[in-house]
């Protein structure tokens, strides 16, 4: 099969995130499986037009924003004819494929909604134009088959109408531990993710000083670049938290394993998440989660058991999990057992199958 996917951010690209990352791991096992993969995509700076990576090709052409011009014209000159399968993969802005593509079928691949994010990533009056405009966008795919990535965006899709909408979740490109390995000597939350304001990295930083008096020699390490580093930074200084923070930047992917495997636990703040890759992740190597109660993580964690959801979605409610966390030794324990062994359900070469047995039709 000849499959073209379109899509925002490949995994060479310095600003991709969980989406990025997961059309990796499709695009080369259905290459291993003999099919042929291209992804059309954004460029960056220093970022090759063309190349092959991992036996797909990748085509890059225009900024995170131009590209969306580039992808119709692209396929009417070069990719018209050519593919049995068309996936538009929507992040924030789709590719309005039905409008440009009548020879092969369209698939649609979303990891999650924007709908609140508008209001963190960008101004007025430009948020509310996103928010209330984005239902409309999407139900131009209503009849399309949609793969999505947890129940909440299924949830969010049907109720817009779309009425074949698939669930496949994500694996991790690891093998999980077999064991539990020690932990860290002091008590270690780690932060994992682009350090956007929709990420609420903010909360976690105010939730610290929370429990500092209740875990005096609390840690925190901050993995991820974004727009939004030097503000934290600050902040953590303003709240005399230096010597509590360790901000690691980017860091290889190995390297990230290593502290994710030391840290008691990871903390995920977002606004909404399609799934939360990370999260199983931190559980491959038997790290609980504690995060907040939104549509994709709530999904992702199951509360008391692989970690905890907070009541309400605030600094104030993260500090009191952590310190219930920390401070209950047996909980501990059992959460990163539990951990691990949801972490075994989930693995790339599944996902890609279930995914790819849906464009062939042996799933409707």
Partial sequence: ??????????????????????????????????????????????????????????????????????????????????????????????????????????????????????????????????????????????????????????????SLGFSKVFIIPNGIDFEPLANLEEKANEPTIIFIGRLVRAKRPDHLIRAVKLIQKYVPNIK????????????????????????NIIFWGWVEAERKLQLLKQAHCLCATSVREGWGLTVLEANGVGTPVIAYNVPGLRDAVKNGLNGMLTPQNNPHELAQCLIEFFNNPTLMKSLSENALSNSYHFNWDNTAEDFLKIMEGKIF
């Avoid at 991820?224 to 600050?234: A, Q, T």
Wanted: glycine share 6%; charged share 20%.
């Fill in 220 to 243: 925190l390490w901050v993995i991820g670049e974004g727009y939004f580093k030097l503000p934290l930074i600050r902040l953590a200084k303003k709240l005399t938290l230096a010597n």
């Fill in 1 to 158: 099969m000849k499959i073209l996917m379109f899509m925002w951010r490949d995994i060479k690209n310095p600003s991709s995130g969980g989406a990025g990352r997961a059309t990796h791991e499709l695009c080369k096992r259905w290459v291993k499986g003999g099919h042929q993969v291209t992804v059309f995509t954004s460029s960056f700076p220093h970022a090759k037009e063309y190349e092959k990576w991992e036996g797909y090709e990748i085509i890059r052409k225009g900024s995170l924003f131009t590209h969306y011009f580039y992808a119709p014209i692209y396929y009417k000159r070069y990719f018209k004819g050519k593919y049995q399968v068309v996936i538009d993969q929507i992040n924030t802005i789709p590719y309005f494929t039905p409008l440009f593509v009548r020879e092969a079928p369209i698939f649609v691949y979303i990891h999650q909604l924007c709908r609140e994010i508008w209001f963190y990533e960008l101004p007025p009056p430009f948020s509310l134009m996103g928010y209330l405009v984005e239902p409309f966008y999407l139900k131009l795919y209503r009849k399309y088959p949609t793969i999505t990535v947890s129940p909440s965006t299924r949830q969010d899709l049907l």
